[in-house]
């Protein structure tokens, strides 16, 4: 297996360096799923499993190996598999805040709940295409959410509106999106139709890595297939009234193209709980920002203030309401995150390291 097809360049050849001393093999993470790994390395593809030692000196789920990846294994031939001793530094990495899987409740119509942590969703990417669909799915606040995120990450985001023929509001939808990423592509495109997909071309380069983020049914697995040239990913039936299906992918993949580059696969996420700070809210905010500048006073609270200039930009609509309701939220949600964030490292002494390695039964913080 070339590993430069893979995406293997100088800045983890350099971070490679201490390990190849070990005789250690690099590898990158294909597919996770429950806890087993895939992985790609100069043996070809190969199941791959976690020594021992890294999980007894790894805690937190961001230290775990992600898709995309690069990790350094050592080969045990006879049993035909892996055994991943390290991660490399990533060059960069999408996540969110650890989905809670009980026990969730509203804080000021914030999502509370579950542990304060990172979950890493896909590493090492060039761009990531947030995924949206012109039909019922269709919605501004979401698509909001993920670009905070994908500004966390480091990476360029690119959005993508699916199912074009099928939507008769297309242009009014792709300019109120336009309307909240500024500077951000956004092309629509109909997979089923095969209309406006050469903008993938540029993207999709030998060893270039992009990762697709979106709802379930918006159309990610049905781009993989179309560039793959084949049915690979799964489908089942959307509605018995339209006959019509949607792929479901159900862990994340890593996915080789013929074109040379890569696709990472996601399962649509129910939940996208941010993960960052201030500063990627208010890029993605540019507008409000800019407004807030305008006002008369420094400390403006945007309510009944003189000279507000966030509060005529809502009376005369140059500002719509929900636009800035869903800043305030997402600040808000920010804010409650650090809190917790510093909460969670106090608690994270000797004693709570030693019991965050119970996969099972943790409280939140």
Same mark, same amino acid.
């Given at each position: 297996m070339d590993l430069q097809q893979l995406g293997w360049d100088d800045f983890f050849q350099d971070r490679y360096q201490e390990y190849q001393k070990k005789g250690l093999l690099p590898a990158r993470i294909i597919a996770q799923q429950k806890g087993q790994y895939q992985v790609y390395c100069?043996?070809?593809?190969?199941?791959?499993?976690?020594?021992?030692?890294?999980?007894y000196h790894n805690?937190?789920?961001?230290?775990?190996?992600?898709?995309?990846?690069?990790?350094?294994v050592r080969l045990v031939k006879n049993y035909q598999r892996v055994f991943i001793q390290g991660v490399l530094e990533r060059k960069n990495y999408f996540s969110r805040k650890l989905p809670i899987s009980g026990g969730r409740k509203l804080n000021k119509g914030i999502i509370d709940g579950g542990i304060t942590e990172e979950q890493v969703i896909a590493a090492n990417i060039d761009t990531v295409f947030i995924i949206s669909s #012109?039909? @019922?799915? +269709?919605?501004?606040?979401?698509?909001?959410?993920?670009?905070? $995120?994908?500004?966390?990450? =480091?990476?360029?985001?690119?959005?993508v509106l699916n199912?074009?023929?099928?939507?008769?509001?297309?242009?009014?939808?792709?300019q109120q999106v336009k309307e909240i990423a500024f500077g951000v592509p956004v092309y629509p495109i109909s997979v089923t139709q095969k209309q406006g997909l050469e903008l993938f071309a540029s993207y999709l380069d030998f060893g270039k890595t992009v990762a697709f983020i979106g709802?379930?049914?918006?159309?990610?697995?049905? #781009?993989? @297939?179309? +560039?793959?040239?084949?049915?690979?990913?799964?489908?089942?039936? $959307?509605?018995?009234?339209? =006959?019509?299906?949607?792929?479901?992918?159900?862990?994340r993949e890593l996915i080789i193209l013929p074109s040379g580059g890569m696709v990472i696969d996601t399962p649509g996420m129910k939940e996208i709980q941010l993960w960052g700070g201030e500063e990627e809210v208010k890029r993605n905010f540019e507008d409000v920002i800019n407004l807030a500048?305008?006002?008369?006073?420094?400390d403006c609270r945007h309510d009944t203030e003189p000279g507000c200039a966030v509060n005529q930009a809502l009376t005369d609509g140059r500002l719509s309401r929900e636009r800035y309701e869903s800043y305030l939220k997402q600040m808000a949600e920010i804010e409650r995150l650090e809190e917790k964030k510093k909460l969670f490292d106090k608690r994270l002494s000797g004693k709570e390291r030693?019991?965050?390695?119970i996969k099972h039964g943790r409280k939140g913080i």
């Open positions: 100069v043996e070809g593809e190969l199941p791959a499993q976690l020594a021992g030692k890294f999980s805690t937190l789920q961001k230290q775990y190996p992600a898709v995309g990846d690069w990790v350094v #012109l039909d @019922n799915d +269709f919605n501004l606040r979401r698509i909001e959410r993920y670009l905070t $995120l994908v500004y966390n990450s =480091g990476t360029l985001p690119v959005i199912k074009l023929d099928l939507c008769k509001m297309a242009d009014d939808y792709i709802s379930s049914g918006v159309g990610k697995s049905t #781009l993989t @297939n179309y +560039f793959l040239g084949e049915e690979r990913q799964k489908t089942k039936v $959307l509605s018995e009234a339209t =006959g019509k299906g949607r792929h479901t992918t159900t862990y500048k305008l006002c008369k006073f420094n030693l019991r965050l390695k």
